[in-house]
């Protein structure tokens, strides 16, 4: 199967969600929530990730998770995660519990797109608080896609994680997962980067961009992925954005869509004049108006 092949393949039972003028979209990715050791590349952004949560909680935000939430290729048990990251998984069961939360599956955690899987081990998460079991995401469905379909019959929004268009990541990615958990996960500690990686190798970065923003073009979508780790707000010329991802070093970055519209966003830690901390929200480059879009 080709790469845009797979592409088109992952909306071929992509979930749709309305798209309104009044619908109010985060979308985050590539949160590689891990189990708190040296390799949990999201353990130094776990606070500014739940500043973020909190604040699109209460601001009415529908939270879409595009791919590689988890761990679960340097990683095996999920457990740990969820014993790890409690907080995080609290927050996201309110979003769940109402209706607001809805995540597709990436290379690191394809597991997910098997039934048994989350059924297995999504259903409840230990409270701290009330040292008990809590519902967390019961019945959830793992998607390859969703479709953010226009009610006023204009332009859709695709999104997928973006593996697809790595053979590697995508058909090969049992051996993927081989080469990371077995090799690339202990040079990891030794400061070497992960050739396979479309995050970490700038080659595969490029190539894996460049066919999805072809894939967007001839189709006419407007397409918005995660997995290369590389933040892109898009333009009325070009229709493919990317969330970036929550590992960044200094912050983690997302999209949200908003009154027909797409702002990169970026969440960091600032300063007051006083000196005391705390999350900042940022816009990155401009909005982008979805009907503006290759008109």
């Keep these: 199967m080709s790469r845009t092949s797979r592409i088109s393949k992952a909306f071929q039972d992509a979930l749709l969600l309305p798209l309104e003028h009044c619908s109010r979209y985060i979308l985050f990715s590539d949160c590689h929530r891990g189990i708190g050791n040296a390799n949990d590349n999201f353990l130094k952004n776990e606070y500014l990730y739940l500043a ?18 988890d761990e679960l290729w340097e990683n095996r048990s999920l457990y740990k995660i969820k014993e790890m990251h409690g907080q995080c998984f609290a ?16 290379n690191h955690d394809m597991v997910k797109k098997n039934p048994d899987f989350p059924e297995k081990h999504f259903r409840t998460y230990y409270c701290e608080h009330t040292m008990c079991p809590h519902p967390l995401f019961p019945n959830i469905t793992f998607y390859p896609g969703i479709i953010l379909h226009d009610c006023q019959g204009k332009k859709d929004i695709y999104l997928i994680h973006g593996h697809q268009a790595d053979p590697l990541n995508s058909s090969f990615w049992r051996l993927a997962r081989f080469l990371v958990r077995y090799i690339w996960k202990p040079l990891e500690g030794l400061g070497v980067p992960d050739p396979t990686s479309a995050a970490k190798n700038n080659r595969k970065k490029k190539q894996s961009e460049q066919l999805l ?25 070009s229709p493919y954005l990317n969330t970036g991802s929550c590992i960044h070093p200094s912050g983690i970055t997302g999209i949200e869509i908003e009154n027909r519209c797409m702002t990169l966003v970026k969440w960091s830690i600032a300063a007051r004049s006083d000196l005391s901390l705390y999350a900042s929200r940022d816009i990155l480059g401009e909005t982008v108006c979805i009907d503006e879009i290759l008109t």
Excluded: C
């Design 91 to 106: 927050v996201m069961a309110k979003f769940y519990a109402e209706g607001r939360f809805y995540a597709i599956y990436g």
């Design 52 to 69: 973020a949560l909190n604040y699109y909680y209460h601001q009415g935000f529908t939270y879409l998770e595009l791919g590689d939430g």
């Design 213 to 237: 923003s072809d894939w967007a073009v001839e189709n006419h979508h407007i397409l918005i992925t995660g997995h290369t780790h590389h933040p892109m707000a898009g333009n009325v010329h």
